[in-house]
């Protein structure tokens, strides 16, 4: 633990001239959790004349707030600026074995003196909390955020005016290719408003694109044109881990197995006079949940990239009342507008993802296929089979 007297010192006093700081950009690789899928990335203090190594984190936040997780999900839940040991930092990092490295910014003694000024200010109690924002108000995004502020017109970014293009659907992907039923997770939640292009500048988001400005950055205007970066350090290099996390137990193999077992079903049922209807139920019934879910995330929480979300169509709330009335086997006529109405939203989310109005997972389409198949036998055959007694 680092002394309070050290503490106090940083975060209180004013920068004197006498005083020198080495100032780093850390940026730790992605780890195993979903949590830290994306890695971090956090500024290093370190004042020359004292010895004194702290690191100021904006991606922190405290556990025993009230209602946690209701504030979670519905990001209400502030963020703060904390500040610890170098030391106690990188504990972590080297606990899980993920990569740490750490660019030496080149800057003068008042760039250096500005920034850490800037980063007590952001450390008082009434100004250290902020509202999460994972694709505009990170831990990798207030960085860039503070350097263009600090550096103004003397920081140039050089960042390439045509690089390739990706959307935030795209950038996230890159990340959790790993876990495939994160990725669906992910997926699922956030709606169209993330598969639009992403800027070179709105790539900072994450820390590996952040770190990657940095490299090609330089300071203006105050001499000659020198790089942002000075020096690169390796903090943690850890031997890759050699496993395969790819398992048969997967967003894709289980849906389209769930697929083939559908179509092997319906044909049985059609051959046998039968609806088999406790399948449908169940079926109905997660999807009516799902998308009580999505409403819930579109509608009553403050994400902003949940909005617009067009897996509604196909995981729509109304399927409830439909796996209701199946169970109730009443109501046929009512049944079928039902399972017409199911059939043609699932037929309007394929058109939505054809069109590219928003990118749906692909492990998505065999669910589609399922519910076109089912609304489809059922629609055709559910008064006949009925009639002859063989609904379920």
């Known amino acids: ?34 949590y830290s899928t ?20 904006y991606g922190t936040f405290d556990f025993n707030t009230p209602f946690f997780y209701v504030k979670f ?66 831990c990798s995004t207030r960085i860039r955020e503070m350097m263009e502020t600090v550096l103004g017109s003397s920081l140039k970014w050089n960042l390439k005016a045509e690089g390739p293009e990706k959307s935030f659907r795209n950038l996230i992907d890159e990340y959790v290719y790993p876990l495939p039923w994160s990725d669906l997770g992910i997926d699922l939640a956030l709606g169209a408003v993330i598969d639009r292009k992403a800027d070179e500048t709105e790539k900072m988001f994450l820390p ?3 770190e990657a400005a940095f490299e090609s950055a330089s300071i203006i205007g105050d001499g000659p044109e020198r790089p942002l970066v000075s020096q690169n350090n390796t903090v943690y290099e850890f031997p ?15 849906f389209w197995a769930l697929a083939i077992a559908t179509v092997l079903l319906t ?11 406790g399948f449908d139920i169940g079926l109905f019934t997660v999807l009516g949940l799902l998308g009580l879910l999505l409403v819930f995330l579109w509608f009553f929480t403050e994400h902003s990239q949940t909005k ?15 796996a209701l009335k199946l169970a109730l086997n009443s109501q046929q006529a009512l049944v079928r507008k039902l399972l017409l109405g199911a059939m043609i939203l699932a037929d309007l989310a394929l058109v939505i ?39 379920t």
């Open 267 to 277: 044909f049985l049922g059609f051959k046998r006079k039968r609806l088999y209807l």
């Open 308 to 322: 617009n979300n067009w897996n509604i169509f196909w995981a729509f709330p109304l399927h409830l009342y439909l």
């Open 73 to 138: 999900v519905r990001r209400t839940l502030d963020y703060q600026l904390s500040l610890t040991t170098t030391e106690q930092f990188l504990y972590e990092y080297n606990y899980f074995k993920r990569n740490v490295r750490e660019q030496e910014l080149n800057l003068s003694n008042n760039q250096a003196k500005a920034i850490v000024a800037f980063l007590q200010e952001n450390y008082r109690p009434e100004n250290r909390k902020y509202r999460y924002d994972f694709f505009f108000d990170n």
């Open 1 to 34: 633990m680092m002394s309070m007297g050290l503490f106090l010192l940083l975060v209180s006093a004013i920068p004197s001239q006498a005083q020198q700081y080495k100032i780093s950009l850390i940026t730790c690789d992605p780890g195993d959790e979903l």
């Open 353 to 391: 993802w054809i069109l590219n109005f928003q990118s749906f997972h692909p492990s998505i389409l065999p669910l589609l296929l399922i519910i076109i198949i089912r609304t489809n036998f059922l629609y055709y055959n559910l008064n006949i089979f009925n009639r002859l007694g063989k609904s």
């Open 208 to 210: 590996d694109y952040l």
């Open 38 to 57: 994306f890695g971090h990335s956090a500024i290093r203090i370190r004042e020359l004349d004292s010895g004194q190594d702290l690191v100021f984190n």
């Open 240 to 254: 890759e881990d050699g496993s395969q996390n790819w398992s048969v137990f997967n967003p894709y193999m289980v």
